[in-house]
């Protein structure tokens, strides 16, 4: 197995010297022609680490890309988003003819500074996807995904004035937000396997809740959940919104819940053995979320049974 080059690329004009590209139009903020990128640096595969965001719209053939340790095939038009920091991997065959075609879009975190972009992006959980978990566009949505990269291109590379970094932040907040709403899109149209998830998850707290080994293990972490699943944990927390109306987090404490009103409602154990049995360490956090959910305490909640 070859070894695996890891790059790190702190500047976009770092970026386009190692990519063979002319100097950047302008160096926070670049858009790129897939089909410009003739070889990527190194042979074999190769990992990518960005000090600037990326989102690409592309397609290539005879390449795998990986994000951590998931793989995801390309060959279909699809967006894929990444913060600065993330490692992406790129993997093509010994030999193949690699074609891509699409746009790239890197930005700078500088770009956003003393604008409340700058804070906002944080909302935008794809940014932590997984490479599994892209963005499938309609052919109607990718036109309108590109003309937008397009009309940042075309700001960029005209002359420069006070209200550029404007219109560029309102074009790219356009982006991001289209880019919301089709993935809610998604969640909702591939009812098959986003809900094949749902079930999994189920599955998933059944079984651990019903585990007798639950006081020592404690409560299910988000994390611990998505890893179990397959999926990242903004995927994750982002999907069940669009199903269910729920995070992650608040899945899980509904499913303690009803674990909890089981146990009260038909066992005499006390709250303090029903907390550590569920896996709480501190009977007073499992009370307050109780109470929280349910505006009863679980002794309130035990004594309207009787």
Partial sequence: MPNTQLYRIKTISEYHRVMGFPKPAHPLISVINMEDIVHPPGDGPISLVFDFYSISLKRMSNAKMKYGQQEYDFDEGVMFFMAPNQVFGIEVE???????????????????????????????????????????????????MINIMHSIQHEYNSNIDKFSQDVIISQLELLLTYSERFYNRQFITRKISNHKILDRLEALLTAYFNDEDLAEKGLPTVQYIAGALNVSPGYLSSLLKALTGQSTQQFIHNKVLDKAKEKLSTTDLSVSEIAYALGFEHPQSFSKLFKTKTNLSPLEFRQSFN
């Fill in 94 to 144: 010994r030999g193949a003819d690699v074609k891509r075609s699409g746009w790239l879009l890197l930005v700078h975190p500088d770009f956003f500074w003393n604008t409340h972009l700058a804070k906002t992006i944080k909302k935008y959980e794809y940014f932590s996807y997984s490479v599994h978990e892209a963005l499938h566009l309609s052919d109607k949505e990718e036109t309108m």
